[in-house]
């Protein structure tokens, strides 16, 4: 966790779990018009990390980067989010998904998980969070994908 924080901080798993751990039910939507409702998560809430990291008055923005999008390269997945909504009571760091660990295929050992957004806002194999005055595109953000992603809005796309 760095960028714009006042205190910068690496975690290992034995760490990770020892933060206080938080329950999130919720909705996600997909891109593609498709939505799964009350998924149950289990991990650490942005906003305790957050807390941890103290956010510089002018950080605004999340920057998530997650390990290889293709496996057998390096090709980092990063995904950008407001700050405000990363840190609601129901964004969390995810490690289990309807009370089982999450699998590698679906982003585990971590995921973020942001319910107001579209799903791809929720990043998979999180790596780092780097806090940010500006807002930079992510991967699917650079190639087409709205940089807010509110599907209440039907923001999927540039020009929705």
Not at 41 to 47: A, C, E, L, N, T
Not at 75 to 86: G, K, Q, R
């Given at each position: 966790v760095g960028g714009l924080?006042?205190?910068p901080f690496s975690l290992d798993w034995d760490q990770f779990l020892a933060l206080p751990?938080?329950?999130d039910v919720s909705d996600f939507h997909c891109v593609t018009t498709w939505s799964r409702y009350d998924n149950r998560w289990r991990g650490v809430r942005f906003k305790?990390?957050?807390?941890?990291?103290v956010p510089q008055e002018n950080a605004r923005f999340v920057l998530c980067t997650g390990y290889d999008f293709a496996p057998g390269?390096?090709?980092p997945y990063t995904t950008n989010v407001p700050l405000a909504d990363i840190t609601t009571d129901e964004a969390i760091v995810a490690y289990a998904f309807e009370g089982e660990e999450?699998?590698?295929i679906h982003g585990g050992p971590v995921r973020s998980v942001v319910p107001p957004l579209y799903f791809w806002k929720s990043a998979k194999w999180v790596r780092s969070l780097e806090l940010r005055d500006s807002d930079k595109p992510g991967f699917w953000e650079r190639n087409g994908y709205h940089m807010d992603g509110d599907p209440c809005r039907e923001q999927r796309h540039?020009?929705?």
């Amino acid at each position: 966790v760095g960028g714009l924080v006042e205190n910068p901080f690496s975690l290992d798993w034995d760490q990770f779990l020892a933060l206080p751990q938080a329950e999130d039910v919720s909705d996600f939507h997909c891109v593609t018009t498709w939505s799964r409702y009350d998924n149950r998560w289990r991990g650490v809430r942005f906003k305790t990390i957050a807390e941890l990291a103290v956010p510089q008055e002018n950080a605004r923005f999340v920057l998530c980067t997650g390990y290889d999008f293709a496996p057998g390269t390096y090709i980092p997945y990063t995904t950008n989010v407001p700050l405000a909504d990363i840190t609601t009571d129901e964004a969390i760091v995810a490690y289990a998904f309807e009370g089982e660990e999450i699998e590698p295929i679906h982003g585990g050992p971590v995921r973020s998980v942001v319910p107001p957004l579209y799903f791809w806002k929720s990043a998979k194999w999180v790596r780092s969070l780097e806090l940010r005055d500006s807002d930079k595109p992510g991967f699917w953000e650079r190639n087409g994908y709205h940089m807010d992603g509110d599907p209440c809005r039907e923001q999927r796309h540039w020009g929705d």
